[in-house]
């Protein structure tokens, strides 16, 4: 009985390494070859007597984000930049036409119209191959096609409380205050947001029913998501 188990020896020496003690076997399979292969990932652990070696990494990892982000002070990430001449001429040109097009609709003058429609869009196109995001007005809706775009109704659920009113900045940083000594604080605070359910999903997070799973309402959560999350931020 003194002399050590290998498996032990085996996890003293990874733990010295810095590597996984107890990593994940995955099978992954090359969709092209069908070669079929087993990689180990690291478990992740967070707490030391489950994988020191993960645990370790995952303190430098949150020592990192602290040091980098999470309490920073300055906006990470700076606006856009200024338009260019190139850029504003365009916009520029874009607005004649359409100030041209709108002269022609009242005239009645529909050959100039489909003429403009199509001057219209490659502007467009150079506007956006200018690196300008977005375009400045809605697509014309041509009378011989019915308006395809859906008519939704902007009214407010009358049972939902008061949204506070509060103006928004734009600003992703955190306040800090200052303390008569000089000292700066800045508060942090976890915060666990559950969102309603889109519908079952399987231990994979598949859906459980494809077919009456929400995924436009998903997909909606995903794309307002940190907006909604910065405007209860601030308003809290
Ligand atoms: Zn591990």
Redesign the pocket.
């Given at each position: 009985m003194a002399l050590p188990r290998s498996i032990d020896v085996l996890k003293d020496i990874a733990i010295e390494y810095g590597v996984?003690?107890?990593?994940l076997a995955m099978r992954r399979t090359d969709l092209d070859t069908g070669l079929t292969e087993v990689i180990d990932l690291?478990?992740?652990?967070t707490r030391e007597d489950k994988?020191p070696?993960?645990a370790k990494k995952n303190r430098r990892l949150r020592q990192a984000q602290i040091r980098e982000g999470w309490h920073r002070a300055d906006e990470p990430l700076p606006g856009p930049e200024p338009a260019t001449e190139a850029q504003k001429s365009l916009i520029l040109f874009c607005a004649h036409l359409e100030f041209s097009r709108d002269e022609a609709v009242r005239a009645a003058q529909w050959d100039q119209v489909t003429d403009l429609d199509e001057a219209i869009r490659e502007v467009e196109e150079a506007i956006a191959a200018e690196g300008l995001r977005g375009r400045v007005g809605p697509p014309h809706a041509r009378d011989d096609e019915p308006d395809q775009r859906r008519k939704r109704s902007t009214k407010r659920r009358q049972d939902a409380p008061e949204l506070p009113r509060r103006k928004v900045e734009r600003r992703t940083v955190g306040k800090t205050y200052t303390a008569p000594d000089g000292s700066t604080y800045q508060p942090s605070m976890w915060l666990t947001l559950t969102l309603d359910s889109y519908g079952p999903v399987r231990p994979d997070g598949t859906p459980v029913n494809p077919a009456r799973y929400d995924y436009r309402r998903a997909a909606w959560d995903a794309v307002h998501f940190p907006r909604l999350l910065d405007r209860f931020w601030q308003n809290l």
């Open positions: 996984c003690v107890r990593p690291p478990c992740g652990a994988c070696p993960c």
